[in-house]
């Protein structure tokens, strides 16, 4: 039965709608017209992540991302950013374990430009590529690694989750910022072949929404990427899939200086792409999103043992995706109750399934954050090139928040049952200690931005 | 192989680009309810979540001496229950909507942002009214409250960049001056805050006469001056209250202050002092010359330490206002001030190096002066960018909202983009070298004083001190 909460206009296909195109050489090509701003977005997903790194080379596709910003055959040193700014655009470009992306908006009458400076790197990029530029991007990336992780408390409790609950020698054991070592050890013949590799049109996908004429459009398009010649040379990566369970609970105590102690955990959930996926996204947000939810009311409000406590979602197509919980003590309090609470909210939701209420307000909070993701030409381009790649059919894009809709109570409660089990986690166990054994410092960041590491860092202002 | 793919490229010459379509930061409409609140309403089309943002005057200096972090815990008590709904039911409620609600207290005023889909508006408009007409502040929640501020502050404290902040602004304001100490109160303050000062902290400055609305979004379908009249309409409070604003006063003579965190693999770095606001003519030349000199990836400073030496992941200069004043009607100008500082982190064991690159770049600004090249391309990228920047309705809503809180006209941000184009080469270098002057910085460490505090006394940047972290 339908639980009430029924889509907004814009929330389904009301406001996108595609055209797909491909070129001989194989780049797939997706328009979408939008006139009300002056703005179009460019996004280009090359279908290369941290998952198709080796053993020794973690951290290696990023690298490489941060190495497509410092000039190919036409663009000298900066130039990619200076252009693109210089012409009033934004852009940046992103690592994940399924993708690397980059991305510029630009004012509407520039969008050639953008095109321009994509082609040149995707096809000449080895004749700018040197040894300087390595080494002194490998110091930034070894800094972003820094900021972003090793010098905040807690910053390093994603990579821990991730490497127990995605086995040794599995493709998704490492995240996309790499290790330390293995970002010494990147040598420039190591970018070189992941370039000749991975980087073609034809492993690629160029999205472009927003204020443009698409006949002019798709001219450019093949006017400045027709040229660039496809290659075979492209490994798939290694084979994600896991049981659907762990089949036991992982568990590791990490003493480290930090202001409070904290019960994470990483359990594994269905792939993304599949109504289960849908299902879980639900069941997460009803358990775990927001100011309403039933762990933030159990723990937050009512036995006041948690400051802060929720569930994020890490959706993967190529490995089954991660939930992701965070609670984060309040005062003195031990960890063992607040497991208990959690169990016992985890298994009454997984006996009982949630109440018509709670899924109006979930699926009206995932609804609103597809309108927030399609608010923007660049939000927009970004969805149509991720369908794309990863389930071959942008036009998915246009319907995903239907599919949340259409997904049933029973169903949220069946995937709870199946999945938010003791048995199917990681558990992560935070142990405050005092200066120098410490290794580590904190940051609470929800697992999508932990699992993107960008070009262009934005200092905290 | 990668030759062979370079030869069968065909390259074209950088194309130039077209004629620019014309784009206008968006002029909202002014006007007033009964009750005194006023209200300023953007139509943006397409933008189907509706941004909602409500200035409230009740600044941080005027929360009673002792229980700084009051504004803020009435602020988030405002969505703890009103005279309809529980606190879990006005959550409930709101989520219901598909919205969210927020707030938070700062130097010069409260703000709540609502965001809710167009579709559920009125619904939202309704429930963001409840909160400000009639919160309940139950005493459980602000003791819930109080509780839950006390566990964040060891977690603030414990980022680097959070420590940074706080311990730049104990150093650069007076003690007597609420700028001095944290927005959100400290342990001992938050401590004595209980739901009767929540309560009179709320009737002594929240009210619809002081109030503004700013409302942007697709409003087309929207009978808009029917919904506040149900919602926001029906608030109801006393006349403003008398206020004066205490003039904001640095002390930016040089020094370094270490906040020491043993075995820290980086140094946070914040580097400030106070400058103009933007009713201040400099503004525009000013935010012309940061951007130079630290704006983006391409500016003067992460051109060396981060795109040449790699110390960095990247390091920024901004302007931030503090707090503005109305214009004196005499022509005097504001009496506000804006926070100017210089942000990032380095590698630990090049944090020397890295400081002395950064005052080498701010030397060689003032000696050389910025080029009408680098000046070109920052206006290039201000202006330019606006319509990007401004696609979305919370981000029209927010500069708007701004604008309020600073006393500003509603066109300010329409006209900057003209001042910025004619904003020259030398006023952009006159500004940003009085920013930033070598000599008067207050600069923040949060790193391993064993290892950083020699190499930095060295730099001779000002006198070293070393605190606990």
Same mark, same amino acid.
């Given at each position: 039965?339908?639980?009430?909460?029924?889509?907004?206009?814009?929330?389904?296909?009301?406001?996108?709608?595609?055209t =797909?195109?491909?070129?001989?050489?194989?780049?797939?090509?997706?328009?979408? =017209?939008?006139?009300?701003?002056p703005?179009?977005?460019?996004?280009?997903?090359?279908?290369?992540?941290?998952?198709?790194?080796?053993k020794?080379?973690?951290?290696?596709?990023?690298?490489?991302?941060?190495?497509?910003?410092?000039?190919?055959?036409?663009?000298?040193?900066?130039?990619?950013?200076?252009?693109?700014?210089?012409?009033?655009?934004?852009?940046?470009?992103?690592?994940?374990?399924?993708?690397?992306?980059?991305?510029?908006?630009?004012?509407?009458?520039?969008v050639?430009?953008?095109?321009?400076?994509?082609?040149?790197?995707?096809?000449?990029?080895?004749t700018?590529?040197?040894?300087?530029?390595?080494?002194?991007q490998?110091?930034?990336?070894?800094?972003?690694?820094?900021?972003?992780?090793?010098?905040?408390?807690?910053?390093?409790?994603?990579?821990?989750?991730?490497?127990?609950?995605?086995?040794?020698?599995?493709?998704?054991?490492?995240?996309p910022i790499?290790?330390?070592?293995?970002?010494?050890?990147?040598?420039?013949?190591?970018?070189?072949?992941?370039?000749?590799?991975?980087?073609?049109?034809?492993?690629?996908?160029?999205?472009?929404?927003?204020?443009?004429?698409?006949?002019?459009?798709?001219?450019?398009?093949?006017?400045?990427?027709?040229?660039i010649?496809?290659?075979?040379?492209?490994?798939?990566?290694?084979? $994600?899939?896991?049981?659907?369970?762990? $089949?036991?609970?992982?568990?590791?105590?990490?003493?480290?200086?930090?202001?409070?102690?904290?019960?994470?955990?990483?359990?594994?959930?269905?792939?993304?792409?599949?109504?289960?996926?849908?299902?879980?996204?639900?069941?997460?947000?009803?358990?775990?999103?927001?100011?309403?939810?039933?762990?933030?009311?159990?723990?937050?409000?009512?036995?006041?043992?948690?400051?802060?406590? $929720?569930?994020?979602?890490?959706?993967?197509?190529?490995?089954?995706?991660?939930?992701?919980?965070?609670?984060?003590?309040?005062?003195?309090?031990?960890?063992p109750?607040?497991?208990?609470?959690?169990d016992?909210?985890?298994?009454?939701?997984?006996a009982?399934?949630?109440?018509?209420?709670?899924?109006?307000?979930?699926?009206?909070?995932?609804?609103?954050?597809w309108?927030?993701?399609?608010?923007t030409?660049?939000?927009?381009?970004? =969805?149509?090139?991720?369908?794309?790649?990863?389930?071959?059919?942008?036009?998915?894009?246009?319907?995903?928040?239907?599919?949340?809709?259409?997904i049933?109570?029973?169903?949220?409660?069946?995937?709870?049952?199946?999945?938010l089990?003791?048995?199917?986690?990681?558990?992560?166990?935070?142990?405050?200690?005092?200066?120098?054994?410490?290794?580590?410092?904190?940051?609470?960041?929800?697992?999508?931005?932990?699992?993107?590491?960008?070009?262009?860092?934005?200092?905290?202002? | 192989?990668? +030759?062979?793919?370079?030869?069968?490229?065909?390259?074209?010459? &950088?194309?130039?680009?077209?004629?620019?379509?014309p784009?206008?930061?968006?002029? #909202?409409?002014?006007?007033?309810?009964?009750?005194?609140l006023?209200?300023?309403?953007?139509?943006?089309?397409?933008? &189907?979540?509706?941004?909602?943002?409500?200035?409230?005057?009740?600044?941080?200096?005027?929360? #009673?001496?002792?229980?700084?972090?009051?504004?803020?815990?009435?602020?988030?008590?405002?969505?703890?229950?009103?005279?309809?709904?529980?606190a879990?039911?006005?959550?409930?409620?709101?989520? *219901?909507?598909?919205?969210?609600?927020?707030?938070?207290?700062?130097?010069?005023?409260?703000?709540?942002?609502?965001?809710?889909?167009?579709?559920?508006?009125p619904?939202?408009?309704?429930?963001?009214?409840?909160?400000?007409?009639?919160?309940?502040? /139950?005493?459980?929640?602000?003791?819930?409250?109080?509780?839950?501020?006390?566990?964040?502050?060891?977690?603030?404290l414990?980022?680097?960049?959070?420590?940074?902040?706080?311990?730049?602004?104990?150093?650069?304001?007076?003690?007597?001056?609420?700028?001095?100490?944290?927005?959100?109160?400290?342990?001992?303050?938050?401590?004595?805050?209980?739901a009767?000062?929540?309560?009179?902290?709320?009737?002594a400055?929240? %009210?619809?006469?002081?109030?503004?609305?700013?409302?942007?979004? +697709?409003?087309?379908?929207?009978?808009l001056?029917?919904?506040?009249? +149900?919602?926001?309409?029906?608030?109801?409070?006393?006349p403003?209250?008398? %206020?004066?604003? /205490?003039?904001?006063?640095?002390?930016?003579?040089?020094?370094?202050?270490?906040?020491?965190?043993?075995?820290?693999?980086?140094?946070?770095l914040?580097?400030?002092?106070?400058?103009?606001?933007?009713? @201040?003519r400099?503004?525009?030349?000013?935010?012309?010359?940061?951007?130079?000199?630290?704006?983006?990836?391409?500016?003067r400073?992460?051109r060396?330490? *981060?795109?040449?030496?790699?110390?960095?992941?990247?390091?920024?200069?901004?302007? &931030?206002v503090?707090?503005?004043?109305? /214009?004196?009607?005499a022509?005097?100008?504001?009496?506000?001030a804006?926070?100017?500082?210089?942000?990032?982190?380095?590698?630990?064991?090049?944090?020397?190096?890295?400081?002395? +690159?950064?005052?080498?770049?701010?030397?060689?600004?003032?000696?050389?002066?910025?080029?009408?090249?680098?000046?070109?391309?920052?206006?290039?990228?201000?202006?330019?960018?606006?319509?990007?920047?401004?696609?979305?309705?919370?981000?029209?809503?927010?500069?708007?909202? @701004?604008?309020?809180?600073?006393?500003?006209? @509603?066109?300010?941000?329409?006209?900057?983009?003209?001042?910025?184009?004619?904003?020259?080469?030398?006023?952009?270098?006159?500004?940003?070298?009085?920013?930033?002057?070598? @000599?008067?910085?207050?600069?923040?460490?949060v790193?391993?004083?064993?290892?950083?505090?020699?190499?930095?006394?060295?730099?001779?940047?000002?006198?070293?001190?070393?605190?606990?972290?």
């Amino acid at each position: 039965m339908p639980m009430g909460h029924t889509a907004t206009q814009q929330a389904g296909s009301g406001g996108l709608k595609a055209t =797909e195109h491909r070129l001989a050489n194989g780049l797939r090509v997706v328009l979408s =017209e939008d006139h009300l701003t002056p703005v179009a977005a460019l996004c280009l997903w090359y279908d290369v992540g941290s998952r198709h790194e080796v053993k020794g080379r973690t951290g290696l596709a990023h690298l490489f991302e941060h190495l497509m910003f410092q000039g190919s055959s036409q663009v000298t040193g900066n130039g990619h950013f200076e252009l693109v700014q210089g012409a009033g655009g934004s852009l940046n470009g992103t690592t994940s374990f399924e993708r690397t992306n980059y991305f510029e908006t630009m004012p509407a009458h520039q969008v050639e430009l953008a095109l321009w400076l994509e082609a040149d790197r995707m096809g000449s990029l080895l004749t700018a590529l040197d040894e300087e530029s390595l080494e002194n991007q490998r110091d930034v990336v070894k800094n972003e690694r820094r900021q972003r992780y090793d010098n905040v408390p807690y910053g390093t409790a994603f990579e821990k989750l991730i490497a127990m609950a995605y086995p040794e020698d599995h493709p998704y054991h490492h995240t996309p910022i790499g290790s330390m070592a293995d970002l010494d050890a990147a040598s420039l013949e190591d970018a070189r072949e992941f370039f000749r590799t991975y980087y073609a049109p034809n492993n690629a996908v160029l999205s472009i929404v927003g204020d443009i004429d698409p006949e002019q459009t798709l001219a450019w398009i093949e006017k400045y990427f027709g040229t660039i010649p496809s290659h075979e040379g492209k490994r798939p990566p290694r084979d $994600g899939t896991l049981p659907d369970v762990i $089949g036991g609970q992982l568990r590791e105590v990490v003493e480290e200086e930090v202001p409070a102690r904290a019960l994470m955990a990483a359990y594994r959930l269905p792939h993304d792409g599949t109504r289960e996926a849908d299902a879980a996204d639900l069941a997460l947000t009803v358990l775990g999103g927001g100011e309403s939810s039933r762990l933030h009311n159990r723990l937050v409000r009512r036995d006041r043992t948690a400051v802060a406590a $929720g569930f994020g979602l890490l959706r993967l197509a190529g490995a089954p995706s991660l939930g992701w919980l965070d609670v984060k003590t309040s005062g003195g309090v031990e960890v063992p109750g607040i497991e208990a609470a959690v169990d016992e909210e985890l298994a009454r939701f997984a006996a009982e399934g949630p109440t018509p209420q709670e899924m109006e307000r979930a699926q009206a909070q995932i609804e609103r954050e597809w309108l927030d993701r399609l608010a923007t030409v660049g939000g927009r381009a970004d =969805e149509l090139c991720r369908f794309s790649v990863l389930f071959g059919d942008p036009q998915l894009a246009l319907t995903a928040v239907n599919r949340v809709l259409d997904i049933t109570a029973e169903e949220v409660r069946a995937v709870a049952a199946a999945r938010l089990r003791p048995d199917n986690r990681a558990v992560l166990v935070y142990e405050p200690v005092q200066g120098a054994d410490a290794a580590d410092d904190t940051d609470q960041t929800d697992a999508a931005e932990a699992a993107d590491t960008d070009a262009e860092g934005e200092a905290a202002q | 192989m990668s +030759d062979a793919v370079t030869a069968t490229m065909t390259f074209h010459p &950088q194309p130039q680009g077209g004629a620019p379509k014309p784009w206008a930061f968006p002029a #909202p409409e002014r006007g007033e309810l009964s009750n005194g609140l006023t209200v300023l309403r953007c139509h943006r089309p397409g933008q &189907q979540v509706i941004a909602v943002e409500i200035n409230l005057d009740a600044p941080l200096d005027t929360e #009673p001496a002792g229980l700084e972090g009051v504004a803020t815990i009435m602020a988030r008590a405002l969505s703890e229950g009103t005279d309809k709904h529980t606190a879990e039911e006005f959550a409930a409620e709101l989520e *219901r909507c598909g919205a969210t609600l927020d707030a938070h207290a700062d130097h010069p005023g409260l703000r709540v942002s609502l965001e809710v889909p167009v579709s559920r508006l009125p619904k939202g408009l309704g429930l963001l009214a409840d909160a400000l007409r009639a919160p309940a502040f /139950p005493d459980g929640e602000i003791e819930r409250l109080v509780a839950n501020r006390l566990d964040e502050i060891p977690h603030e404290l414990a980022n680097p960049a959070r420590r940074a902040s706080v311990t730049l602004a104990k150093e650069l304001f007076p003690a007597e001056s609420r700028m001095s100490r944290p927005r959100q109160g400290t342990e001992e303050t938050i401590e004595g805050i209980d739901a009767a000062a929540v309560r009179a902290f709320y009737e002594a400055h929240i %009210r619809p006469s002081t109030a503004t609305a700013v409302i942007v979004g +697709d409003l087309a379908g929207v009978d808009l001056d029917q919904a506040l009249a +149900d919602t926001l309409g029906a608030w109801t409070g006393g006349p403003p209250p008398q %206020r004066t604003v /205490p003039p904001i006063v640095g002390d930016d003579t040089g020094r370094v202050v270490i906040v020491d965190r043993p075995g820290a693999v980086q140094t946070q770095l914040l580097i400030g002092r106070i400058g103009a606001d933007r009713h @201040d003519r400099v503004w525009p030349a000013q935010v012309l010359g940061t951007y130079c000199l630290g704006g983006t990836l391409t500016s003067r400073l992460d051109r060396v330490l *981060r795109e040449e030496k790699g110390y960095t992941y990247g390091v920024r200069a901004f302007g &931030q206002v503090l707090r503005s004043t109305p /214009p004196s009607p005499a022509g005097g100008g504001s009496a506000g001030a804006s926070l100017l500082a210089i942000s990032g982190s380095v590698a630990t064991e090049v944090t020397g190096p890295a400081l002395e +690159d950064l005052w080498t770049v701010l030397r060689t600004l003032k000696e050389e002066g910025l080029t009408d090249a680098e000046r070109d391309v920052a206006v290039q990228n201000l202006v330019g960018v606006a319509p990007l920047k401004y696609e979305t309705a919370a981000a029209v809503a927010g500069t708007l909202a @701004d604008q309020v809180e600073q006393h500003l006209p @509603d066109d300010f941000q329409a006209q900057l983009y003209a001042r910025l184009a004619d904003a020259g080469t030398v006023e952009a270098t006159a500004a940003v070298v009085s920013a930033f002057p070598a @000599d008067r910085l207050v600069t923040v460490l949060v790193g391993d004083a064993s290892r950083i505090a020699e190499p930095v006394k060295a730099l001779g940047i000002g006198e070293v001190s070393v605190i606990t972290g």
